[in-house]
């Protein structure tokens, strides 16, 4: 079964840092499509970035630039590095994890993926 645990979120100005983590167990994670989705309050959840199975990698226009995913399979744990924040990367992140089956996309590991309980990131002016 698929467990997930984020961590790393909290409360910064604009132009800070963050770095998110999630410790994944219970499935096959290195073989599995991967990533970090968001949701804030009265907007649709979107896919952040994401890690194929084949080790691609994908971001939403956004974040392009600022946010880098990346994983260590050694240690099961999926990374979101979030540089330059802005106030609206504010939002509650979740990462998720979508079985190989499914065809590698933002829109697919939002949709389909397992997620987590989610971490939150509030990004002041």
């Known amino acids: 079964q698929v467990h997930l645990v984020e961590s790393g979120g909290g409360s910064v100005q604009a132009g800070g840092s963050l770095r998110l983590s999630c410790a994944a167990s219970?499935?096959?994670?290195?073989?599995?499509?991967i990533g970090w989705l968001r949701q804030a309050p009265g907007k649709e959840r979107e896919g952040v970035a994401g890690i194929g199975s084949d080790g691609s990698t994908k971001y939403t226009d956004s974040v392009k630039g600022r946010f880098t995913i990346s994983k260590d399979n050694a240690k099961n744990t999926l990374y979101l590095q979030m540089n330059s924040l802005k106030p609206e990367d504010t939002a509650m992140y979740y990462c998720?994890?979508?079985?190989?089956?499914?065809?590698?996309?933002?829109?697919?590991?939002?949709?389909?993926?397992?997620r987590g309980q989610g971490t939150q990131v509030t990004v002041s002016s």
């Open positions: 219970g499935f096959p994670y290195s073989y599995y499509h």
């Open positions: 998720a994890a979508l079985h190989p089956s499914f065809l590698f996309s933002l829109e697919a590991v939002s949709t389909f993926g397992n």
